[in-house]
T-cell receptor
Framework: TQLLEQSPQFLSIQEGENLTVYCNSSSVFSSLQWYRQEPGEGPVLLVT?????EVKKLKRLTFQFGDARKDSSLHITAAQPGDTGLYLC??????????FGTGTRLTVIP | DTAVSQTPKYLVTQMGNDKSIKCEQNLGHDTMYWYKQDSKKFLKIMFSYNNKELIINETVPNRFSPKSPDKAHLNLHINSLELGDSAVYFC?????????????FGPGTRLTVL
């Protein structure tokens, strides 16, 4: 059983469509991060959310941390082929305990 | 300038061999990590080092040993390699502070054990 479950696992959409990726857990985290990983590279941090209910926007990406700090969502508006990649959520507990989610592989078709 | 670098990028070896993967960061970070990413892309932390002290050691076989000669380097040595060790190994470093530490990852080392 993984600590952080992401859904969907795979997502293939047309350019211009909107999508939401979910990251769920039964555990509480002090903060939560979202990373994007492209083939042959390491994950790259997109955002960190710290406060329950917090919403952060990064251009067409909107990140939300659940009120209870157990879950998070990533919404992409008007997806573009450049958004294609593996999206990973990661929950932080304590000073250095980082737990990654199961990942969502997004493909945006031109 | 490369922030977190790893060598080699690819490593193919026979079962039973001993191998090392090197990692260097030039970001001045105080903590470095090793992660293993399996074929399903699940990323799991193996070790972290802070000021030359091991502060996290998940359920990793003792065939794996991290070695940190200084704050900018954290190498991973693996003894008696097994088929199940095949994976992509990522080194990372993080900024100071407690909550919301940003982790900077290297490009990964793809290890294949034959």
């Amino acid at each position: 059983t993984q600590l952080l479950e992401q859904s969907p696992q795979f997502l293939s959409i047309q350019e211009g469509e909107n999508l939401t990726v979910y990251c769920n857990s039964s555990s509480v985290f002090s903060s939560l991060q979202w990373y994007r990983q492209e083939p042959g590279e390491g994950p790259v941090l997109l955002v960190t959310v710290v406060t329950g209910g917090e919403v952060k926007k990064l251009k067409r990406l909107t990140f939300q941390f659940g009120d209870a700090r157990k879950d998070s969502s990533l919404h992409i508006t008007a997806a573009q082929p450049g958004d294609t990649g593996l999206y990973l959520c990661a929950g932080i507990r304590g000073a250095n305990n980082l737990f990654f989610g199961t990942g969502t592989r997004l493909t945006v078709i031109p | 300038d490369t922030a977190v670098s790893q060598t080699p990028k690819y490593l193919v070896t026979q079962m039973g061999n001993d191998k090392s993967i090197k990692c260097e960061q030039n970001l001045g970070h105080d903590t470095m990590y090793w992660y293993k990413q399996d074929s399903k892309k699940f990323l799991k932390i193996m070790f972290s080092y802070n000021n030359k002290e091991l502060i996290i050691n998940e359920t990793v076989p003792n065939r794996f040993s991290p070695k940190s000669p200084d704050k900018a380097h954290l190498n991973l040595h693996i003894n008696s390699l097994e088929l199940g060790d095949s994976a992509v190994y990522f080194c990372a470093s993080s900024t100071p502070g407690s909550a919301g530490r940003a982790q900077y990852f290297g490009p990964g080392t793809r290890l294949t054990v034959l």
